[in-house]
């Protein structure tokens, strides 16, 4: 004699979403997030001199405009 099949569960709330869940950093509409492996996340520096470099270029572009006091 056979043990009966019990047919799976069907899963509700938390276990659902967690069981269907995506990566968000894959989805399809994120263009710019991207999942580094530990140790090559970029370093907090790079955005910082970036930003020290395009504000210093928007105040020299500015300076070339005439009629500022």
């Given at each position: ?27 399809p ?34 300076s ?6």
């Amino acid at each position: 004699m056979t043990a009966p099949v019990s047919e799976p569960k069907p899963q509700t709330g938390a276990h659902a979403v967690v069981a269907n869940a995506i990566d968000p950093a894959r989805r399809p509409d994120v263009l710019l997030r991207v999942r580094r492996e530990e140790g090559q996340e970029l370093s907090p520096w790079w955005m910082i001199g970036a930003f020290v470099v395009i504000s210093g270029t928007v105040i020299a572009l500015m300076s070339l405009i005439p009629g500022g006091v």
